[in-house]
């Protein structure tokens, strides 16, 4: 009698099991309203006004492409590498370019869509020597802060135009050293640039 009692509370566990299984397969999962989280990239033109005191470099333009990662509506993390070709007292010079911050496109005056992005960014120059005797500028590489502005404009489903102008500003002074035969002078400097941006974006 026992034995038998015993089969049927175990027969009993396993038909519960085996429901709460299978049940939940039948019973339709609720819609959720959250956004899958979107992929982009951005190629544009850029134009650096650069600092009078920047090295003596003068105005130039580059080219960038950037990767985005959308964190949550619409706010996205950006990774933006470029490269400026400049120049001083007529040399000309290479400047890397690399960034990363926040961008968010804020869903506003569609399809004019304001854009606002913060983060980091760092220059790095070639060195310049303009004569051996004379003077000579060491590469050096210098950090910033950036605060941007722009509109987003979209013409296709995933395709939009981007223009946007990016302060720059360093959050300390750099110490700008000119060498020549007879002195080493010492310059301390904090840096601001402006650069205007202008570009085509993809986001799938």
Aim: proline share 6%; charged share 20%; glycine share 8%.
């Amino acid at each position: 009698m026992v034995e038998c009692r015993e089969r049927h509370v175990a027969s009993a566990l396993v038909a519960l099991a085996v429901s709460c299984l299978i049940l939940p397969s039948l019973v339709p999962a609720p819609a959720l309203a959250g956004n899958a989280r979107r992929i982009g990239g951005t190629l544009r033109f850029e134009y650096y006004l650069f600092d009078g005191g920047f090295f003596k470099l003068d105005d130039a333009p580059g080219l960038a492409a950037s990767f985005r990662y959308e964190l949550k509506d619409n706010v996205f993390f950006e990774n933006r590498l470029g490269a400026i070709r400049t120049s001083q007292d007529g040399l000309s010079v290479n400047v890397l370019s690399y960034q990363f911050g926040m961008t968010a496109i804020l869903p506003y005056f569609i399809p004019w869509r304001p854009l606002v992005r913060g983060g980091l960014a760092f220059l790095t120059a070639d060195p310049v020597t303009v004569t051996p005797i004379d003077t000579f500028r060491p590469a050096q590489t210098t950090v910033y802060l950036v605060a941007g502005a722009g509109v987003v404009r979209s013409f296709k489903e995933d395709f939009a135009a981007e223009l946007a102008v990016d302060a720059m500003i360093t959050p300390y002074k750099y110490r700008v050293y000119s060498f020549d035969r007879q002195r080493v002078e010492d310059d301390p400097r904090q840096f601001f640039h402006l650069g205007i941006s202008l570009g085509v974006s993809y986001v799938f």
